[in-house]
Each structure stands twice: as structure tokens, then as C-alpha cells.
């Protein structure tokens, strides 16, 4: 798998992208964009009224003939981290050669990234904008922002996983991808994130979206977009205080305890697995370790 480094790809993520669509020269358009640039802004964007994703631009992505010729060619691009600290855009030409093997391989700890707006306790999660199941990237800044539990799974990894089964089904052939944060002024954490993809070899016909995906919590949570703290009190249920008991989940074999959201509850084996309500302070005196992930 080559890594695309040249300038061209640089300069189209920088100033924009011109109207595409797959396997149709026809558009329609859920969300309204300018004439001159298809980038997505939160001028565009309906409020949030519950629904995760939305489609926008008709579904259709928005790739240029050009990058649709390059992408017959696996590459990964991940854009420089902005003067704010924060992720800029990610683009590659996925094929089954860029996946990983998941039967041989793990994702690798991304603990030690703390994305733009990351707070520890606060179920935060570090969403990566290219899954480490469609490109094997694990602890790269440029592709990790901090996000919300409903956007990670119940929205991008929707996404994510349709992807990787196109390409599990065609191996010989490449999906154009991109997933762009948008973010508000100078705000440290993003509103949502726009994901693109388009089936190269069959022009769309296999595989095609344009979405965007809410950054939100469901549970009726504040998030403070511009510092990245979480108000609950406004949370469904009774707001809890840090020394209060909550819902952990345990690895009694790492002494590693986890938020129930966390992505790394999913790799515990069941017998190793252990739901518990307790207080942090407590689980740390019985000798349990928090999660790197999930920071709780």
C-alpha cells in the first residue's frame, strides 16, 4: 500500500471538491450547498432532531474525476492537524490489501492520543476517522478526534462496516473514502463528521454514500463544543457526582476497568467479563487499573 504524499491531494482537501455523483449524472439534495464548493458547513446542516446520520447532497460524494482516476491505486492521506490542534480531513483509496487481518492482528493502544477537546471521565471516546478496520491506522493524531459513543458506533461504524463488507466481497477492487470533521469557529470538538465513499471500478453502483453523522449525545447531555466538558445534569436519569457509584465494566483478567460504552468492553472475553456499580475510588482500592481508552 502506498502512502499519498503529493501535492495535488493536498491542494483538493485544502479548497474543496467538485459535484460528483455515482453511477448518475442526476442530484438531489437533502441539505442545500454552494454552487462553488461542496465542502459541508453547519449553515447546511439541519438541527439535530434525533436522527444520527442524515444523507446529504442527495447521498451522492462529491470526488473529482481526477481522484476517482488515482483511486484505482490504494493510498491513505490524513491532513495536517490545523493551528488549533484539531483534525483537518482524511482520504484513502481502500481495497481489501489495506484492511487488516483481523484474525492475526489487534487494534494497537491509542491511549496516549488525546485529540483536541479530550477530557478523561467524561465517556469521551477517540473515533478515528479512517476505522482501524479499513486501514490498520491505530495511533495517529491526524486520524483521531474526540467524539460521543452514538456517533462512534451508532452512526460511523454503520458506515464503516458496510464498507468493509463491499470490499471483503470485491477484493480486487477500491472504494474512494473520505471523512471530514466539521467543527464550529475555533471549537475544539467537532459537530459532527461528514463521510464519503464511492465503489471505484463499478462507478458507485456497488457502493455509495455521502452523510453526515451528529457528534451528540442521545441521552440529552451538554456538551461544551468549544472546551470539551460535559454537563449530565440535563442527562435522562439523576445527574452523578464523581465520588457516586456508577455502571463499570471489569476485565478480571487485565484489572482493567471500563466505561460500558468503551470500545475495548467488546475484545473482553465473556469469562473474563464482569459488570459491576461501584465508585471509581473503589475499584482502584481492589487494585483495578482504568482503561486507557475510555479514561474513566
Request: aromatic share 8%.
Amino acid at each position: 500500500m502506498r502512502k499519498l504524499t503529493y501535492l495535488a491531494m493536498v491542494l483538493v482537501l485544502a479548497l474543496g471538491m467538485i459535484l460528483g455523483a455515482c453511477g448518475s449524472s442526476e442530484e438531489t439534495a437533502e441539505v442545500d450547498q454552494s454552487d462553488d464548493s461542496a465542502a459541508v458547513t453547519l449553515d447546511n446542516i439541519p438541527p439535530y432532531d434525533g436522527e444520527i446520520c442524515i444523507a446529504i447532497n442527495g447521498n451522492q460524494p462529491t470526488f473529482t474525476d481526477e481522484e476517482l482516476r488515482e483511486a484505482h491505486e490504494s493510498y491513505e492521506f490524513f491532513g495536517d492537524l490545523d493551528q488549533s490542534g484539531r483534525c483537518t480531513a482524511a482520504q484513502a483509496s481502500l481495497s481489501y490489501d489495506t484492511m487488516p487481518d483481523q484474525s492475526q492482528e489487534s487494534r494497537g493502544d491509542i491511549s496516549e492520543v488525546h485529540p483536541s477537546g479530550w477530557h478523561s471521565g467524561m465517556e469521551w471516546e477517540r473515533m478515528h476517522l479512517i476505522a482501524w478496520s479499513l486501514s490498520g491506522e491505530n495511533a495517529n493524531p491526524q486520524n483521531l478526534i474526540t467524539g460521543t459513543h452514538d456517533c462512534n458506533y451508532n452512526a460511523m461504524r454503520v458506515k464503516e462496516i458496510e464498507t468493509a463488507e463491499y470490499l471483503e466481497h470485491h477484493p480486487d477492487q477500491h472504494v474512494l473514502y473520505r471523512v471530514t470533521p466539521v467543527f464550529y469557529g475555533k471549537e475544539q470538538i467537532a459537530r459532527g463528521v461528514q463521510m464519503e465513499a464511492e465503489s471505484v471500478e463499478d462507478k458507485g453502483h456497488g457502493l455509495c454514500f455521502n452523510v453526515y453523522c451528529y457528534n451528540v449525545r442521545s441521552d440529552g447531555a451538554v456538551i461544551d463544543y468549544k472546551t470539551g466538558v460535559v454537563d449530565v445534569s440535563a442527562a435522562s436519569g439523576e445527574a452523578k457526582k464523581p465520588g457516586d457509584k456508577r455502571a463499570y465494566v471489569l476485565n478480571t483478567n487485565s484489572m482493567k476497568f471500563h466505561y460500558p460504552s468503551c470500545s475495548g468492553v467488546a475484545d473482553i472475553s465473556d469469562w473474563n467479563k464482569e459488570e459491576v456499580t461501584a465508585t471509581r475510588d473503589e475499584l482502584i482500592r481492589q487494585g483495578y487499573d482504568p482503561c486507557g481508552l475510555c479514561e474513566p
